[in-house]
Structure formats: C-alpha cells, structure tokens
C-alpha cells in the first residue's frame, strides 16, 4: 500500500502541503472543456477547446494573485512575486492541448499541480525568495499541427518562430491566423529578458513502471532521444480496373512493406528501441484508383544516439531499396531531432532528496516520452517529477491517476522549488 500523500510522520518540512482535493477538482473541472463521452478530454492546440482552456487557467491563476504574460507563440506565463521580484523565478509547467482522444491527467498535470503549488504558498502566507512561475506551452502534443513541442521549441531558441506561424494545421488555417483567433497572440518575444531559475515538469508517467513496482514518484534523470522524418512515396495514379498488377507504380502497396520493415527493424534492435508510423496519408484515398502518393511519418526513439543514427542508416537503405525494387520514388526527410537530454544533476539531487524526506516512495527513471522539459534543459537546470497512472494508459480516453498520487508528485515539486529558490520555511 502506498503512504497517504500527506504523511504524518514528516513534521521537519513545517507541514506544508498541497490541498489533496483542490488539486483533483481542479483536474475534473478543466477535464469538463472538450470532454469526451468515455471520460477523456479532447483540447486539441488553438482550438476552441483549447481557448477554454487557457481562459480558465488564466482565470484561476489571476483570482490566486498571479500576473500573466503571454509570448508571441502563445504560452503562458503565470508568475507570483518573490521577495525580489528581479531574481529570475523558479518555474513549472506543461502542456493543456490534449490528444484527440486524450485523457484528464496528461500534461494538464504538469500545469494543475504549478497552481496547486501557488494556492498552497498563498494559503500560508509564504513569502519565497524568487518568484514563482508557472507555464502553460503550446502544442506539446503536435495533433493538430507540427511539429509537437512547439512552444518550448520556440521558446529555447531550437525553432523559428515564423516558421511555426506558418505551419498549416490540419483544417488548413495558419498557426498564426489561430492564435489571433484564441486571443492568445501575446506580445513577448520568445526568451528574450525571461531567465528562469530552474524548470520542474511534473507529469504522470504514461508507462507502467511506477504502478508495477508499487512507487509513488519518479525522479526522472533523462530523456530518452527521439528523431521523427517524412517520408514521401511517389508512384502513378492510374485506374483500378484497367491496370494490370504487373504493371502499377501502386505507392500504398510500397507504403505498405516500409512500415512493415521499419518494424522488423526496430525489433532487431535491444528491447529500449521504438520505432512508430502512426501517421499515414494515401492519395488520392479514391476507392477506384490506385494511390500514386503516400506521406508517413516515422517516431523513432532510443536513449542512445548512436544507436538512433543507426538506425536511421538502415532504415534509409532498406526503405530506398524497397522503393527502388517497385519503380517507386522515396524522400525521407527528418522534420524532428532531439539528443537524449540528461536532467541538471542539482536538480535531481533536490528532487530526490525532497522525495525521500516526505517518506514517498521512489525510483529514479528514464522518460520514455518527449516533454518540454526536454528543450527547458537546454537553457536552465530542468528536472522532472513522475507519478503512476492505472496500467501506464495514455493518450487514451481510459488514462487514469489516483489523487493521493498527483498530490504526492505535487508535495515534491513544492517542496523541490521552493529550495531551489532559497526559501526557508
Ligand atoms: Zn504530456
């Protein structure tokens, strides 16, 4: 059995916790916003849901004394005052869009437990040295348009700006055009003059290995490397009825026997390797014609890099070999490329030794997942705080997490930003 996350056994931290039940109320009223009808939530980036969304965490941080900023690429900014207000805050965050059949916890955590965080300092009256931030990124998902990670990406200097304006969502509107609609076209330009201290995601874990090892919290040290890449098959168009088998440029048909062996591929490798298409557009998708061209994507991920790259070498060779054994054109091109991202060594220190204190029981772990917290390590000391959910579910509408759980993940992000951030209590 787990300890409640509130353990009465640890006085020697003044007894600061989070509220337990706010922190789930908060989490069922934002699941309201696009909620589904197996009990998920679809939010997905700059739509209207999404608006919602954002209104009613602005909303709420505002009423717990906080001021918002928001930047040109739409993430948002909740700080509350420190005792010197011109020290860079400590901060935490994730993300609100959601999968198209997402669930109540992932991401939205991430930004719940930040506010939880907040209205727990207010409750006591505590004073922190730094202010306090809490963001809000766009797109973390990347469902409705690409890439995901977006916000952050652009806020750590690894994408343009303009170039994600201009990305077209899938109902073909620009990114830009969006977040004028949403009203969440802010004026502060992407990093510049926002130091941050440090930057603490919490998130639930997606995966099963906190609930099998009966764990409350994950001290992530790392995030595993993800390459993502177009891959365009180009063939003919031509009638189904009146062509011969033998003689079609059918690039579904090549399409096809790609995926298949980019799986085979990923299995020849060790047990840590993913490798996914899950994106796939066949034209011209007409019953009665033989599909010329075909676009897919493929994830591929490894904590590794040269293992990354070499799996991009096979797949590279085998998918040309393919494509060329069915007069077919292919152009692999790669649209993501992020390293392994070890975590700040203080930072997991701190989250550790938080964890340990607060009697919650642990594990140090790699993500599996990109998260923000991914580009944030590349300009401040950045560190992340898993906690279970039921069977590893996630992105599904069936994602679930216990509220003893979030409360836990929260505690230690309360008590790890606060002495990150200096303040005694
Ligand atoms: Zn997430």
Redesign the pocket.
């Known amino acids: 059995m787990r300890p409640p996350a509130v353990n009465p056994a640890v006085t020697h931290m003044n007894a600061v916790y989070v509220n337990q039940d706010r922190l789930w109320d908060s989490h069922m009223l934002m699941a309201e916003i696009g909620a589904l009808p197996k009990g998920g939530s679809c939010r997905l980036a700059l739509s209207r849901d999404d608006k919602q969304g954002r209104d009613l965490f602005v909303r709420w941080c505002r009423e717990a004394g906080c001021t918002i900023r928001i930047d040109q690429m739409g993430n948002i900014f909740a700080r509350r005052p420190g005792v010197d207000p011109s020290l860079p805050p400590v901060s935490t965050g994730?993300?609100l869009d959601t999968q198209p059949h997402g669930g109540k916890f992932?991401?939205i955590y991430?930004v719940l437990a930040g506010l939880e965080v907040i209205r727990t300092l207010n409750d006591h009256d505590i004073e922190t040295s730094t202010p306090f931030e809490v963001i809000v990124w766009t797109n973390?998902?990347g469902a409705r348009f690409s890439p995901p990670l977006a916000g952050s990406s652009v806020f750590t200097h690894r994408l343009p700006l303009e170039q994600v304006h201009d990305s077209k969502t899938v109902d073909g509107t620009t990114v830009l055009d969006d977040l004028k609609t949403i009203g969440y076209y802010g004026d502060e330009i992407s990093s510049d003059n926002h130091e941050l201290a440090c930057f603490i995601e919490c998130?639930?874990e997606?995966g099963p290995i906190l609930e099998r090892s009966e764990q409350q919290v994950g001290v992530v040290t790392m995030i595993q490397g993800a390459r993502a890449f177009t891959v365009s098959v180009t063939g003919v168009d031509s009638h189904a009825g009146t062509t011969p088998l033998q003689l079609r440029k059918d690039a579904l048909v090549g399409a096809a026997k790609m995926v298949v062996r980019l799986n085979e591929i990923g299995l020849s490798e060790d047990e840590a390797t993913r490798i996914t298409v899950g994106r796939f557009d066949i034209q011209p998708n007409s019953t009665s014609t033989i599909p010329g061209s075909v676009q897919f994507h493929i994830d591929s991920r490894h904590p590794e890099l040269n293992v990354l790259k070499k799996l991009e070498a096979s797949f590279r060779k085998d998918l040309a070999a393919i494509a060329e054994e069915a007069g077919l054109d292919v152009i692999i091109e790669p649209f993501l490329s992020i390293p392994p991202t070890p975590f700040d060594p203080d930072v997991i220190e701190t989250i550790q030794q938080v964890t340990e204190n607060l009697g919650y029981p642990y594990r140090k772990m790699l993500s599996g997942?990109g998260?923000d917290a991914m580009n944030m390590a590349t300009i401040t000391p950045s560190g992340m705080i898993f906690v279970p959910c039921e069977g590893g579910i996630?992105h599904n509408e069936a994602e679930s997490a216990l509220p003893e759980d979030l409360a836990a993940g929260a505690n230690v992000l309360l008590h790890s930003l606060l002495k990150l951030s200096g303040t005694v209590i």
């Open positions: 994730s993300h992932d991401g991430g973390e998902e998130h639930i997606q997942a998260h996630s």
